[in-house]
Structures are given as structure tokens and as C-alpha cells.
């Protein structure tokens, strides 16, 4: 792809409508001066001084940040927050960014609200340092008057957008967004209306989804399968073609250092190779960056191979953006497209 064709594409993007159902959680960065390094008088234990707190949508959220990144005209995120601080600072968060609707996103006393904070280093002239990461999670399973609420948005929002992501980021089944009843609502609608593009990603695992695109990575892949972790690009692009003329829908599978591959029903696969590194890198939020790519690339009327090129210049983007969850716009993917080779050197182990 070049960027004369990537441009004829994103020309469509402010027409795109695309639903993001998932979790959304509170990405709260706490940025230390360890200049300003004290020791408590009480305990004897360093206190870490925060001198800045910067907030972002995370998690699902993340694929919302590279939606609005690039340009989409309306984002509808659907998912939850809690009644609580954190789902004050994630709704403004949301609320600020353009493009994004939040008539479908609820707010509710019976869940709190999914949050990262993370504590940061910084010192002048050094990247930056994450120390242990502080989670607030939900431990019980989504209450049955939440889970009504989601299903109801679903419902209403299929007639009216271009493309569905389904992001299920919880580490407990049924304490999330995506349950086994909002799988059985998206099974029905993938079956009603079989020209809507729905992509789904689960950091547990798509085994038991319904057939709609499903987006991996190779580990994913082969259990998935059924089968040992292929070594070899061959057998991984035939586990995912196979894969794909099973279930009649695409299949995208992202392998690190060695690029990305697709399938789609009709047998065709593609491998595209990673860009080589330009610095200092920082994985996290690049498989998000590839989602939400992919998925706006392909709403706007991308090949297969085109949509792999756009996700990979965007994942090459987000790794080399230290001390955040980065995001790739629609301008810095053109220019990369413009200026890169797709020949692999070296990439990071995990996307």
C-alpha cells in the first residue's frame, strides 16, 4: 500500500460509525519526581512524591483512542463504569474525545469502575519507569440488570453502525462486559446481518465465540486449534486459514517479530511483515492499535492485505511511543506507509 491509496481510504473514515463493546477502564498515570524522594518519619519506607496525574480511556478504551486517532466520524462505546471517582475521570475522559457518543455507555452503583493506575518514574534525560501497576478490578459476575442494559445497546446500535469490536479484557469470565448472554445477542445479530463486519479479541481466548472476525495472536491461535504452537510461517498461515474457511469469516493473527498474517473463507491468506525498529520501544497498546486499524481499514473498503499493512505501520507507531498507551492518527500512518519498507528486521515478542 502507498499512501496515495491509504488516503483514498481514510476519506471515508469520518463516515464510519463503529461500536466498541468491551471493557473500558481508567488508565490513571501517577508521574513521580524521584527527586523529590522523601522517607515517611511513621514507617521508615520511601514515599514517592506524585507531582502529575494524567487520566486516558484504557483497555477497550485503548481501541477507542486509535478510532478517534484516526478520524472515525461517530464512536459508541458500550460497556460500564461505576459510580465513583475513577468513573468520573473515565466519562470525562470519554466525553472529551471526539467523535465519541456515550448514549450507550452506562453508569452504575452495582460495579466499580475498572482501573489501571500506574505509578511512573520520570527523570530528565531517562525513559520512563513503570513500577507495580495498582488495579481495581470486579470480582463478581456482572449483575443480570447490567448485562440487560448492554444487551438492549447491542440491539439498537447494529442497524445503525458500519462495524462492531467486541474487546473482552477481564481476567474472569462473566465479571465483564462480555458475557455468555451479550455473546448470544452478537451470535443472533452476526446471523441476521451477515454483511456487518464484527471483530472480536479476548485476552481469555475466542474459543466458544460466535462466529464473527476474530483477531489473535499465535499462542491464542494454536489452542484455539487445538494444536501445538506452530514454529514455522507455513503452518501457521494453514492453522489460520483452515481456521477461517471454518468458520466462513476472517481471521488476523499477529506474531511479534514476524509480523501478521490473514485469512479470510475464501482460502486467501496474507503475511505481512513487521517495520524495523527505530528506538526505544514500549509494547503496550499495540495489539489494541491493530484492532482498531484493521477494523476501520476494512469498514472503509480495504483488501485483506491492505487492511494487514495499515494495522502493522499503526503497530510500529504505538511501540515506539515510551511512558503511555500510545496511539497511531491518521497522519502518522500515512506518512509511515510513505517512507517505510515492509521488510522485517527486528520487532518486540508480543502484540
Given at each position: 500500500?502507498?499512501?496515495?491509496?491509504?488516503?483514498?481510504?481514510?476519506?471515508?473514515?469520518?463516515?464510519?460509525?463503529i461500536?466498541?463493546?468491551?471493557?473500558?477502564c481508567?488508565?490513571?498515570?501517577?508521574?513521580?519526581?524521584?527527586?523529590?524522594?522523601?522517607?515517611?518519619?511513621?514507617?521508615?519506607?520511601?514515599?514517592?512524591?506524585?507531582?502529575?496525574?494524567?487520566?486516558?480511556?484504557g483497555?477497550?478504551?485503548?481501541?477507542?483512542?486509535?478510532l478517534?486517532?484516526?478520524?472515525?466520524?461517530?464512536?459508541?462505546?458500550?460497556?460500564?463504569?461505576?459510580?465513583?471517582g475513577?468513573?468520573?475521570?473515565?466519562?470525562r475522559?470519554?466525553?472529551?474525545?471526539?467523535?465519541?457518543?456515550?448514549?450507550?455507555?452506562?453508569?452504575?452503583?452495582?460495579?466499580?469502575?475498572?482501573?489501571?493506575?500506574?505509578?511512573?518514574?520520570?527523570?530528565?534525560?531517562?525513559?520512563?519507569?513503570?513500577?507495580?501497576?495498582?488495579?481495581?478490578?470486579?470480582?463478581?459476575p456482572t449483575?443480570?440488570?447490567?448485562?440487560?442494559?448492554?444487551?438492549?445497546?447491542?440491539?439498537?446500535?447494529?442497524?445503525?453502525?458500519?462495524?462492531?469490536i467486541?474487546?473482552?479484557?477481564?481476567?474472569?469470565?462473566e465479571?465483564?462486559?462480555?458475557?455468555?448472554?451479550?455473546?448470544?445477542?452478537?451470535?443472533?445479530?452476526?446471523?441476521?446481518?451477515?454483511?456487518?463486519?464484527?471483530?472480536?479479541?479476548?485476552?481469555?481466548?475466542?474459543?466458544?465465540?460466535?462466529?464473527?472476525?476474530?483477531?489473535?495472536?499465535?499462542?491464542?491461535?494454536?489452542?484455539?486449534?487445538?494444536?501445538?504452537?506452530?514454529?514455522?510461517l507455513?503452518?501457521?498461515?494453514?492453522?489460520?486459514?483452515?481456521?477461517?474457511?471454518?468458520?466462513?469469516?476472517?481471521?488476523?493473527?499477529?506474531?511479534?517479530?514476524?509480523?501478521?498474517?490473514?485469512?479470510?473463507?475464501?482460502?486467501?491468506?496474507?503475511?505481512?511483515?513487521?517495520?524495523?525498529?527505530?528506538?526505544?520501544?514500549?509494547?503496550?497498546g499495540?495489539?489494541?492499535?491493530?484492532?482498531?486499524?484493521?477494523?476501520?481499514?476494512?469498514?472503509?473498503?480495504?483488501?485483506?492485505?491492505?487492511?494487514?499493512?495499515?494495522?502493522?505501520?499503526?503497530a510500529?507507531?504505538?511501540?515506539?511511543?515510551?511512558?503511555t498507551?500510545?496511539?497511531?492518527?491518521?497522519?502518522?500512518?500515512?506518512?509511515?506507509?510513505?517512507?517505510l519498507?515492509?521488510?522485517?528486521?527486528?520487532?518486540?515478542?508480543?502484540?
Amino acid at each position: 500500500m502507498n499512501a496515495t491509496r491509504f488516503q483514498t481510504l481514510a476519506e471515508r473514515f469520518p463516515r464510519l460509525r463503529i461500536a466498541v463493546i468491551g471493557d473500558v477502564c481508567l488508565d490513571r498515570y501517577l508521574e513521580i519526581d524521584p527527586a523529590r524522594g522523601e522517607t515517611s518519619l511513621e514507617t521508615g519506607l520511601t514515599v514517592h512524591n506524585v507531582v502529575n496525574v494524567r487520566s486516558q480511556p484504557g483497555a477497550a478504551g485503548t481501541i477507542l483512542n486509535n478510532l478517534v486517532a484516526l478520524g472515525v466520524g461517530e464512536i459508541y462505546p458500550v460497556g460500564f463504569c461505576g459510580a465513583d471517582g475513577e468513573g468520573f475521570e473515565l466519562r470525562r475522559a470519554l466525553a472529551a474525545k471526539d467523535g465519541v457518543r456515550l448514549d450507550y455507555f452506562a453508569q452504575t452503583a452495582e460495579r466499580r469502575t475498572f482501573t489501571y493506575c500506574k505509578p511512573l518514574v520520570l527523570e530528565p534525560g531517562r525513559p520512563p519507569v513503570e513500577l507495580n501497576r495498582l488495579d481495581s478490578k470486579n470480582w463478581t459476575p456482572t449483575p443480570a440488570s447490567v448485562q440487560d442494559t448492554l444487551e438492549e445497546a447491542v440491539r439498537a446500535l447494529a442497524p445503525r453502525v458500519d462495524a462492531m469490536i467486541l474487546m473482552d479484557q477481564v481476567d474472569m469470565p462473566e465479571t465483564g462486559v462480555v458475557t455468555t448472554k451479550l455473546l448470544d445477542t452478537i451470535r443472533e445479530l452476526a446471523a441476521a446481518r451477515a454483511e456487518l463486519l464484527i471483530i472480536a479479541d479476548s485476552r481469555r481466548g475466542l474459543r466458544g465465540y460466535p462466529p464473527v472476525t476474530f483477531k489473535m495472536n499465535g499462542a491464542e491461535l494454536a489452542a484455539l486449534a487445538g494444536t501445538a504452537q506452530a514454529a514455522d510461517l507455513p503452518a501457521l498461515e494453514a492453522t489460520a486459514a483452515a481456521l477461517a474457511q471454518r468458520q466462513r469469516q476472517r481471521v488476523f493473527v499477529t506474531l511479534a517479530e514476524r509480523g501478521m498474517i490473514g485469512a479470510d473463507a475464501s482460502g486467501t491468506v496474507e503475511h505481512v511483515p513487521a517495520l524495523p525498529l527505530r528506538g526505544e520501544i514500549d509494547i503496550v497498546g499495540a495489539g489494541d492499535a491493530v484492532t482498531a486499524n484493521l477494523t476501520t481499514s476494512l469498514a472503509a473498503g480495504a483488501t485483506l492485505r491492505e487492511s494487514l499493512e495499515v494495522a502493522t505501520a499503526a503497530a510500529s507507531i504505538v511501540i515506539h511511543q515510551l511512558g503511555t498507551t500510545g496511539t497511531a492518527s491518521r497522519q502518522q500512518v500515512a506518512e509511515l506507509l510513505s517512507v517505510l519498507p515492509h521488510r522485517i528486521t527486528t520487532c518486540p515478542s508480543s502484540l
